[in-house]
């Protein structure tokens, strides 16, 4: 956090409003970005989600094991810069069409479910990031209710 504030001040790096993504394939970090930030904000990122941010990443990205992995580990890194949610949000938008965001917004769901534990800055990350990809609160529930199906079937 200290560091947070430092590069904020000092404008070391990237700026909190443009965090350095990589500058290719931005969007994908930005949104395996989000995925990381929805497993890591209830301080505990473990490796049931881990391992579904991997699978969700190299289904909807077309990756492999080994892409995953830096793709992972620079979210990661973005997400440690950044200290907001609304420049990773606005790449995604742009990135991805409205069923995309929709479709992103049912992945959130599916990390923060990993864990079989449902934290309450994890739903309310969900409900900010679905209000900035300007998808409504009933897609996103009609998302969470595939997702718990999936879960019990």
Do not use: C
């Not at 080994?66 to 995604?92: M, N, P, W, Y």
């Not at 998302?143 to 718990?148: E, S, T």
């Amino acid at each position: 956090m200290i560091d947070k504030l430092r590069r904020l001040v000092l404008g070391a790096g990237s700026t909190p409003d443009e965090p350095d993504t990589g500058g290719s394939n931005d969007f994908e970090t930005a949104a395996a970005a989000l995925l990381v930030e929805a497993a890591s904000i209830d301080g505990n990122f473990d490796d049931a989600e881990y391992a579904t941010i991997a699978r969700l990443l190299a289904e909807r990205f077309d990756l492999s094991s080994e892409g995953v992995r830096t793709l992972i580990e620079d979210a990661h890194g973005a997400a440690e810069q950044s200290v907001e949610l609304f420049s990773f949000a606005r790449r995604v938008k742009a990135g991805f069409d409205h069923e995309e965001r929709v479709i992103m917004i049912e992945m959130l769901w599916e990390v923060v479910y990993a864990d079989g534990i449902v934290h309450d800055y994890e739903a309310n990350l969900v409900r900010r990031i679905t209000g900035l990809l300007h998808v409504t609160d009933r897609e996103s529930g009609e998302a969470r209710k595939r997702v718990l199906a999936k879960l019990d079937g």
